[in-house]
């Protein structure tokens, strides 16, 4: 449904001014004014209110391209420049990042990629031209025994076939010596990762994208035959056909992980297609770019001044913000966007540059930060990888603007601030999108996304399923997710915003997680209700597949409306149940919190306003500024509202309720500080 139009917060009372004036010869003599009809000039626009101005990057309104070449190539220059001195012995942080048994297993591939940018883009007349070709040369020597798995294995491909069409492997100097690129040869292989009949090997789906393009890149290469990309690019088509009803990709076979790859896996196919030249046939490309076309229709509604990306699930920090930058470079020149939209998403990929240049870069640092000063991330992207996020995150903005190069935006600077608000003006105040389940498909229980737009204020309801590993985490639960106000802290457990069960004598608790059906919205006016049911609760035991537990079943109620988010919860026990405890919890960015009474809270500092729960006994604030376990990937959470209940016979349904309360509309708010 369309919203009404939105009416942004404006600078009170401004007003276009228009002038008339005479003219002189060239003695000097005034003459007064003709009337005549003066020509068509185009309106003036308005003024952006002060804080939507503070509320995106300073750099929003620049050429991508100019801060790539004047912000992200000299960082990577100093990185090449003390990599190449320090060798495998490089600290970076006090990270060891070549450390033999350490985390980042794709380092030296992203360290071919990531510097493979300075030869690229200087001319061999720059006298530091051959510095960068001796420089690189003796790198890939030095690494050329450390692990390098998987991604790693692409970025390497993917910088040999750059530097191939560069002219680069060739000649009395190439940037690789002869014997290191017959040693990359047998050790940049995708057969490690994948089975005979080409299935993954317990891998995340979007591991089919990187064994077709090492596959494909080989063949570019002239190291093999075209036979395994095209398999594999045909069993990641069927792998989407199978267990992607409505064309998202579902990070396992069938368990109902949706999350920042199932909008983005669609976006790397296609890049790789767009980067190896690789065609398929008619059918295959109506499908790739509807499902194209679907990852797009999420992000346009999610699009914000701030440069802020996905908000909920694994993997996020910075790369919560390149995804859309992929998939949007991806649909512009496959021609999947309208003029309009190429625009648009031409302005937010600058935004997001720019971003990145001016939060996740730490100048003081001198390296981007995922990891300190309030913020955190997966175990998987742990500091030890600093190098190589430090070279990938750049690779991809890199690589994204010489597509919008290659359409014509080379120096073009954005649309104006007040034209992209415009545009995000018209989208849809409310959407569901549909990843599973719904209607018969072949889930059994509704996988979808919920967003609600309130001013330029997003907020995002999962309704998905972890699987193995995240379900019991709170970036997983179906709770509001929003910038800078609602947020879930990778690899952690406790009970954001989301009731969890005891049963007296056992250790493992029970979720309102994982089985959720009927999940629909019904939009009236400004104010949209969501409600699903679950026939039972997800007991979360740490590195299993979720356990459904009959005893307990509910039913969930949202409603969202401007400045408030309210949630209702019945559970209903199947039998009498002996309860040991209820606990949950609202961790927040806001703090100076004040207890009213009867579990009411104020806030004096922050987007939250208040927050009060009912069913639920005892709460109380906790400072929780310094806990690590509330450390987010944009920042830390500053208080949390801790709320329980005792030991009690479960007989009879119980329900629980919180209501959030926030500034409304949001905007100085939605940048991460």
């Not at 003599?29 to 003024?47: D, G, L, M, R, S």
């Not at 790739?288 to 999610?302: A, E, T, Y």
């Not at 999947?336 to 240049?357: N, Q």
């Not at 890199?398 to 608000?421: E, R």
Request: net charge neutral; glycine share 8%; charged share 20%.
């Amino acid at each position: 449904m369309q919203k009404p139009k939105l009416v942004l917060s404006l600078i009170a009372g401004a007003a276009l001014l228009t002038a008339c004036g005479g003219g002189s010869d060239s003695s000097g003599t005034f003459f007064p004014p003709v009337a005549v009809n003066p020509p068509a000039q185009p309106p003036a626009e308005t003024p952006v209110d002060p804080e939507v101005l503070a509320a995106q990057p300073k750099l929003s309104n620049k050429p991508m391209d100019d801060i790539v070449r004047e912000n992200l190539l000299p960082t990577i220059e100093r990185l090449f420049e003390q990599v190449r001195v320090q060798k495998l012995g490089t600290i970076i942080q006090g990270q060891e990042v070549f450390k033999k048994g350490g985390k980042d297993k794709f380092l030296p591939g992203k360290v071919a990629i990531g510097f493979s940018y300075l030869l690229l883009n200087t001319p061999p007349s720059d006298p530091k031209y051959q510095g960068y070709l001796d420089g690189y040369r003796e790198i890939a020597v030095e690494t050329i025994n450390s692990t390098n798995d998987s991604w790693g294995i692409y970025y390497y491909m993917s910088a040999l076939w750059k530097l191939k069409k560069a002219g680069l492997l060739d000649g009395a100097s190439p940037a690789i010596d002869a014997d290191t690129l017959v040693k990359l040869k047998t050790k940049l292989d995708w057969t490690a990762f994948v089975n005979p009949d080409y299935s993954l090997k317990n891998l995340p789906t979007n591991y089919y994208g990187v064994a077709f393009s090492i596959a494909r890149l080989r063949y570019l290469m002239g190291w093999e035959g075209p036979e395994a990309s095209e398999a594999l690019l045909q069993k990641m088509i069927t792998h989407y056909k199978t267990f992607s009803a409505f064309g998202f990709s579902d990070e396992t076979d069938g368990g109902g992980r949706f999350d920042r790859y199932s909008v983005l896996l669609i976006g790397e196919i296609m890049q790789r297609l767009i980067e190896t030249g690789m065609t398929v046939s008619a059918e295959d490309e109506a499908s790739l770019k509807g499902w194209l076309r679907q990852s797009v229709d999420v992000i346009k509604v999610r699009l914000n001044p701030a440069g802020n990306g996905v908000d909920y699930g694994r993997s996020l920090s910075a790369y919560a913000d390149t995804a859309f930058v992929e998939v949007l470079s991806a649909a512009e020149h496959l021609n999947v966007l309208s003029a309009e939209e190429k625009d648009i998403a031409y302005a937010f990929a600058t935004r997001v540059t720019a971003k990145y240049v001016e939060f996740w870069y730490d100048a003081e640092a001198g390296s981007l930060n995922m990891w300190d000063k309030g913020r955190n991330t997966d175990d998987y992207r742990s500091k030890e990888r600093i190098l190589g996020e430090n070279l990938s995150l750049s690779h991809q903005l890199i690589y994204t603007n010489n597509l919008w190069k290659s359409a014509g935006y080379a120096q073009k600077p954005p649309v104006s601030t007040q034209t992209f608000l415009a545009y995000l003006d018209k989208l849809p105040r409310s959407t569901l999108t549909k990843f599973a389940g719904f209607d018969g498909q072949p889930a059994t229980y509704d996988r979808g996304l919920v967003t609600y737009r309130d001013g330029l204020r997003i907020v995002s309801l999962p309704v998905v399923n972890g699987a193995k590993t995240y379900h019991y985490t709170n970036p997983y639960f179906a709770i509001p997710h929003s910038y800078n106000m609602l947020s879930g802290v990778a690899d952690r457990q406790w009970p954001q915003l989301q009731p969890r069960f005891t049963v007296a004598g056992s250790l493992d608790p029970l979720i309102p997680a994982t089985y959720q059906k009927n999940l629909k919205i019904a939009e009236a006016g400004k104010v949209l209700t969501v409600t699903y049911d679950q026939d039972a609760m997800d007991k979360a035991t740490s590195g299993n597949d979720p356990i459904k537990d009959t005893r307990i079943a509910s039913s969930t109620a949202y409603t969202f409306e401007p400045g408030k988010i309210t949630r209702v919860d019945t559970y209903t026990p199947a039998a009498a149940l002996d309860i040991g405890k209820v606990e949950l919890e609202f961790g927040s960015y806001s703090d100076g919190v004040t207890a009213l009474g009867g579990n009411r809270f104020s806030y004096a500092n922050g987007d939250v306003q208040g927050f009060e729960v009912e069913g639920l006994q005892d709460c109380a604030p906790v400072d929780v500024s310094a806990d690590r376990d509330y450390n987010t990937p944009t920042g830390a959470l500053k208080t949390s509202i801790r709320c329980s209940a005792p030991a009690f016979s479960f007989a009879t349904p119980l329900t629980i309720k919180w209501v959030l309360k926030y500034r409304s509309p949001s905007v100085a708010s939605i940048s991460p500080r």
